[in-house]
């Protein structure tokens, strides 16, 4: 069974920076395409950034610039670096993992990040 565990998150000013993780465990020799989402107050879950298994990076346009997706995976390890944060920003945080090639897909709990002076 995989498990993703999320931290990192927290109370950041507006133009401050976080770094997220997720530790992965669990099938730990397949192959996985690693991912963020998050989802504030009233709205729907929507995609940050993913990286896939080969190490191909993928963002939201509206997050390019600010956001940096990363993995370690001798760690097994999902980072996402956020830079110059807005209060926007303010969501749950969600690590998701999709397992290669049968595309299950599992989340993490979620982590608040919340940005406000």
């Known amino acids: 069974q995989v498990q993703l565990v999320e931290s990192g998150g927290g109370l950041v000013q507006p133009g401050g920076s976080l770094r997220l993780s997720c530790e992965r465990s669990g099938s730990t020799r397949s192959l996985y395409d690693m991912g963020w989402y998050r989802q504030a107050p009233g709205k729907q879950r929507e995609f940050v950034a993913q990286i896939d298994y080969d190490g191909s990076t993928h963002y939201a346009d509206s997050l390019k610039g600010r956001f940096t997706i990363s993995r370690d995976n001798a760690k097994n390890t999902l980072y996402l670096q956020m830079n110059s944060l807005k209060p926007e920003d303010t969501a749950v945080y969600y690590c998701?993992?999709?397992?290669?090639?049968?595309?299950?897909?599992?989340w993490g709990q979620g982590i608040q990040v919340t940005v406000s002076s």
């Open positions: 998701n993992a999709v397992r290669r090639p049968d595309y299950n897909q599992y």
